[in-house]
């Protein structure tokens, strides 16, 4: 259970090294620039890279707009975050279908996928850089930023 009535909100992709810790990031600068008070995490459904830092290109294009992400670790989502968290935001639509299986009886969190916040992308999944280049990563931050904005700009109301 929240210990808080602040909003608390999760981050979800795959490995938890590259998209979800950006939006984690992004969504924490924002709230932060906008004086909201929040809780933020990220996880993975898969367990590969628990313990691991972010992916240093993630690292590098968070550090590029002013965020330092180098402290965050992988971890695998758990049955506690459907009653710790008020959203749970996948980062495309199969780690949304893994969460909607995960999810226990009695969740209170909400899930969605991230980029259902932000008008003219509703449906999208995030672009998944790992297997790409820095121009992907750039192209993921943007995408994870624009969702910030949109749910900083949501729970302010």
């Known amino acids: 259970m929240p210990t808080s009535s602040k909003p608390a909100v999760l981050f979800v992709c795959l490995g938890n090294i590259c998209r979800s810790p950006l939006a984690e990031g992004a969504f924490r600068a924002r709230a932060q620039a906008a004086g909201l008070d929040v809780d933020a995490d990220s996880a993975g459904t898969g367990e590969w890279h628990v313990g691991h830092a972010p992916d240093r290109r993630a690292q590098a ?3 590029r707009h002013g965020i330092d992400i180098s402290g965050y670790r992988a971890r695998q989502v758990e049955a506690a975050d459907f009653l710790r968290f ?33 008008p003219g992308m509703e449906g999208q999944a995030v672009a998944d850089p790992y297997y790409g280049g820095e121009e992907g990563f750039e192209a993921t931050w943007a995408q994870v930023d624009l969702a910030a904005q949109a749910l900083v700009e949501q729970l302010s109301r």
């Open 61 to 63: 294009v968070a550090r």
């Open 86 to 118: 008020d959203h749970i935001l996948a980062l495309d639509h199969s780690n949304l279908s893994n969460l909607r299986a995960l999810a226990p009886a009695k969740a209170r969190a909400r899930l969605g996928l991230l980029l259902d916040l932000v």
